[in-house]
């Protein structure tokens, strides 16, 4: 973990009722320093999804909490705040495991995170293990307001939680500048501040208060990333998609996707996803400006035979820095494509493209090639084919498929003393009788 990982997250709790205050604040609070924006409860009762609509328009690279305190029907509350443009979603830890659990596959679905609120909650070391058992990964320990009129604080609690749980912590109640810092000491990783930054006269000034109080905070993009990711790449760029494959003990290749790439080419990146349907190229090509560099764009048109994807869009992605694309579709122009040294992959090739119609959607799990694919998901692929590393495994994987290359190599310089495969690994010896 790096000294800027090791930082807290501060997150400023928008709790106002009036939309275009609320922005306002938000655009004050942002010139302070690396914020999230959080969308409160009362602003989310008063103006909707709206309100988080409105914030992604004009906040379009920040991280962004609907805190909709969700007691039931979650998946309906999570796809409605990541469609609506959310990267987080508040459910209420008192709801029930099958709202938990259905928050979290709509969530896993459309690519954002879920945190649980622990406010109500009367025995939270149980309840941390149930929704921990559930797949939580997320804990919001909060004092509410009403609570904190009666005096009570967030930090002994918040030290007891820090001890049973493994999960990324955020805490609220009544913070400041001065009390964030110790709420940091102990134990949260996201500190939430409302009013000691929204009720400021000086809300930029607050804002790189309660940071300079914290030693500084995370630049934050992403919520459990928890590894430098420069050293993720430089591995996957060593190692091939067959010694990924092996790392993986044989999962996550991508089957009849074909590369149409020049010799060496490698291509590594983070999954922006797309589903579409057979010949519609709206959501493909649209996915290109949500898409940044180092990205790579992974599209779900059903396996279809009509082309989505060709010169000019492998041209808008070139320029934007972005490193490939991987098709279950078909694509063409691939000589001008290969020439551009772009890499493609795809399962038909074909010169009749479709029609922008718009159907389909952005940021979902997908599947690919066979292959499940969640946004954020790392992609590899070289002139063997394409795999795909689940995000929380890919710091493992990277070590893991180094290891393998390294194995490989002690194997290859065997074989060229004059040996061969069989003997070296004695396969006779070892075969099944």
Same mark, same amino acid.
């Given at each position: 973990?790096?000294?800027?990982?090791?930082?807290?997250?501060?997150?400023?709790?928008?709790?106002?009722?009036?939309?275009?205050?609320?922005?306002?604040?938000?655009?004050?609070?942002?010139?302070?320093?690396?914020?999230?924006?959080?969308?409160?409860?009362?602003?989310?009762?008063?103006?909707?999804?709206?309100?988080?609509?409105?914030?992604?328009?004009?906040?379009?690279?920040?991280?962004?909490?609907?805190?909709?305190?969700?007691?039931?029907?979650?998946?309906?509350?999570?796809?409605?705040?990541?469609?609506?443009?959310?990267?987080?979603?508040?459910?209420?830890?008192?709801?029930?495991?099958?709202?938990?659990?259905?928050?979290?596959?709509?969530?896993?679905?459309?690519?954002?995170?879920?945190?649980?609120?622990?406010?109500?909650?009367?025995?939270?070391?149980?309840?941390?293990?149930?929704?921990?058992?559930?797949?939580?990964?997320?804990?919001?320990?909060?004092?509410?307001?009403?609570?904190?009129?009666?005096?009570?604080?967030?930090?002994?609690?918040?030290?007891?939680?820090?001890?049973?749980?493994?999960?990324?912590?955020?805490?609220?109640? /009544?913070?400041?500048?001065?009390?964030?810092?110790?709420?940091?000491?102990?134990?949260?990783?996201?500190?939430?501040?409302?009013?000691?930054?929204?009720?400021?006269?000086?809300?930029?000034?607050?804002?790189?208060?309660?940071?300079?109080?914290?030693?500084?905070?995370?630049?934050?993009?992403?919520?459990?990333?928890?590894?430098?990711?420069?050293?993720?790449?430089?591995?996957?760029?060593?190692?091939?998609?067959?010694?990924?494959?092996?790392?993986?003990?044989?999962?996550?290749?991508?089957?009849?996707?074909?590369?149409?790439?020049?010799?060496?080419?490698?291509?590594? /990146?983070?999954?922006?996803?797309?589903?579409?349907?057979?010949?519609?190229?709206?959501?493909?090509?649209?996915?290109?400006?949500?898409?940044?560099?180092?990205?790579?764009?992974?599209?779900?048109?059903?396996?279809?035979?009509?082309?989505?994807?060709?010169?000019?869009?492998?041209?808008?992605?070139?320029?934007?820095?972005?490193?490939?694309?991987?098709?279950?579709?078909?694509?063409?122009?691939?000589?001008?494509?290969?020439?551009?040294?772009?890499?493609?992959?795809?399962?038909?090739?074909?010169?009749?493209?479709?029609?922008?119609?718009?159907? /389909?959607?952005?940021?979902?799990?997908?599947?690919?090639?066979?292959?499940?694919?969640?946004?954020?998901?790392?992609?590899?692929?070289?002139?063997?084919?394409?795999?795909?590393?689940?995000?929380?495994?890919?710091?493992?994987?990277?070590?893991?498929?180094?290891?393998?290359?390294?194995?490989?190599?002690?194997?290859?310089?065997?074989?060229?003393?004059?040996?061969?495969?069989?003997?070296?690994?004695?396969?006779?010896?070892?075969?099944?009788?």
């Amino acid at each position: 973990m790096t000294e800027e990982d090791s930082k807290p997250v501060l997150q400023v709790a928008l709790d106002l009722i009036q939309l275009d205050r609320a922005v306002q604040i938000a655009k004050e609070a942002v010139e302070g320093g690396p914020v999230w924006l959080e969308a409160g409860t009362p602003l989310i009762k008063s103006e909707g999804m709206m309100s988080i609509r409105r914030l992604r328009q004009e906040f379009p690279e920040t991280y962004i909490v609907a805190d909709m305190k969700t007691v039931d029907v979650g998946f309906l509350d999570v796809e409605i705040a990541a469609r609506a443009g959310a990267n987080a979603v508040v459910i209420l830890g008192t709801a029930d495991d099958a709202t938990i659990s259905e928050s979290l596959k709509t969530a896993d679905r459309f690519g954002v995170r879920i945190f649980v609120d622990l406010i109500g909650v009367e025995d939270i070391p149980t309840r941390v293990k149930q929704l921990e058992s559930l797949g939580v990964e997320g804990l919001s320990y909060h004092v509410g307001i009403d609570q904190q009129m009666k005096g009570m604080s967030p930090y002994e609690g918040l030290k007891a939680l820090r001890d049973v749980s493994r999960s990324t912590i955020a805490v609220a109640g /009544g913070l400041n500048s001065e009390s964030a810092a110790e709420a940091a000491k102990a134990g949260a990783d996201i500190v939430i501040v409302g009013g000691a930054i929204t009720k400021s006269k000086d809300v930029t000034g607050a804002t790189k208060a309660v940071i300079d109080s914290l030693g500084g905070t995370a630049v934050p993009t992403e919520l459990f990333k928890r590894y430098d990711q420069s050293s993720v790449i430089d591995a996957f760029r060593k190692v091939s998609t067959p010694n990924i494959a092996d790392a993986m003990q044989k999962s996550g290749g991508m089957v009849g996707i074909l590369p149409h790439v020049k010799r060496g080419t490698k291509m590594v /990146g983070r999954a922006v996803t797309v589903r579409t349907i057979d010949g519609d190229w709206a959501k493909p090509v649209e996915a290109i400006d949500h898409a940044g560099p180092g990205d790579v764009i992974v599209i779900d048109a059903q396996g279809g035979s009509v082309a989505i994807w060709g010169e000019l869009a492998s041209w808008s992605s070139k320029q934007k820095g972005i490193e490939g694309v991987v098709i279950d579709g078909a694509a063409r122009d691939i000589p001008d494509i290969l020439d551009m040294e772009f890499p493609v992959f795809a399962r038909n090739l074909n010169p009749v493209a479709g029609d922008p119609k718009g159907h /389909g959607e952005i940021g979902t799990t997908i599947k690919c090639g066979g292959a499940t694919v969640k946004p954020g998901d790392w992609v590899i692929g070289d002139e063997t084919g394409v795999i795909v590393v689940p995000k929380e495994k890919a710091v493992e994987m990277a070590n893991r498929a180094l290891d393998v290359l390294e194995r490989e190599n002690r194997l290859r310089e065997e074989i060229q003393r004059g040996s061969t495969l069989s003997l070296v690994l004695e396969l006779e010896k070892w075969e099944t009788r």
